[in-house]
């Protein structure tokens, strides 16, 4: 079963920036189209941003210019880098596959607030 570890939230000040990391375990995870979502309490989980295991990318318009993912076959990661930061920003931050899941992994807490 694969496991996910997202990592690198905290706290910052509107305007600041963040980067975020996703390992993944015990799957070819080079094969498969990854994404970042996020989620505040009360609402739906979004998606943030996509990387295709050929490293094709797009993004949510809220974040575009401002987030890019990337990712390292080689370590099964993803990064999420999350400039311009705002209070709009802030929930927690999840790692996945797409278009069908793995287990959800305990996200990363991102609070952007002065």
């Known amino acids: 079963q694969v496991r996910l570890v997202e990592s690198g939230g905290g706290f910052v000040q509107p305007g600041g920036s963040l980067r975020l990391s996703c390992a993944a375990s015990?799957?070819?995870?080079?094969?498969?189209?990854m994404c970042w979502y996020r989620q505040v309490p009360g609402k739906q989980r979004d998606l943030v941003a996509r990387?295709?295991?050929?490293?094709?990318?797009n993004y949510a318009e809220s974040v575009k210019g401002r987030f890019t993912i990337s990712r390292d076959n080689a370590k099964s990661t993803v990064y999420l880098q999350m400039n311009s930061l705002n209070t709009e920003d802030t929930a927690v931050y999840y790692c996945?596959?797409?278009?069908?899941?793995?287990?959800w992994g305990q996200g990363t807490q991102v609070t952007v607030s002065s």
């Open positions: 015990g799957s070819i995870f080079s094969l498969y189209t």
């Open positions: 996945n596959k797409y278009p069908t899941y793995w287990n």
């Open positions: 990387i295709t295991s050929y490293c094709a990318t």
